[in-house]
């Protein structure tokens, strides 16, 4: 078996998808309209979906109070620093620096304009190859 992909409800995942899709380089590859607009993203190497929606029939978490260590979507990324400025610029907000591990990774913590935390993560051995 292996994940088809994940979901979490949404305050507006129409604009996040596009929000996704500019700096993220995540692609569309199913929606849906109302009422829950769905928006199914794949990651940029194609392996992984995210499904972002608005069900009016679920509560909606609050993100921005949710510690990131509960709940984070984890992105790869080559250049931690250079990526966590970028995604600030583009209205991210910053929980942590990008820091080295004892392990070697370089890790930062992230909200998405939305709440949602992401964490910018270059590992010094990859976790799956």
């Known amino acids: 078996m292996f994940i088809e992909h994940l979901a979490f409800q949404?305050?507006?995942?129409?604009?996040a998808a596009n929000w996704y899709q500019q700096h993220l380089g995540f692609s569309i590859v199913r929606s849906s309209d109302g009422p829950a607009h769905a928006r199914f993203l794949?990651?940029?190497?194609?392996k992984t979906v995210l499904e972002i929606y608005n069900n009016p029939s679920a509560p909606m978490p609050d993100y921005p109070a949710l510690?990131?260590?509960v709940l984070h979507v984890a992105l790869f990324s080559t250049n931690p620093e250079i990526d966590?400025?970028?995604l600030i610029n583009a209205g991210a907000t910053l929980i942590d620096a990008p820091v080295k591990t004892p392990s070697g990774d370089t890790l930062a913590m992230l909200r998405d304009p939305w709440g949602i935390p992401l964490q910018i993560a270059h590992r010094a051995k990859p976790l799956i190859v």
């Open 42 to 46: 794949a990651d940029g190497a194609g």
């Open 10 to 15: 949404h305050p507006d995942p129409v604009a």
């Open 67 to 69: 510690s990131p260590l």
């Open 84 to 86: 966590t400025t970028r």
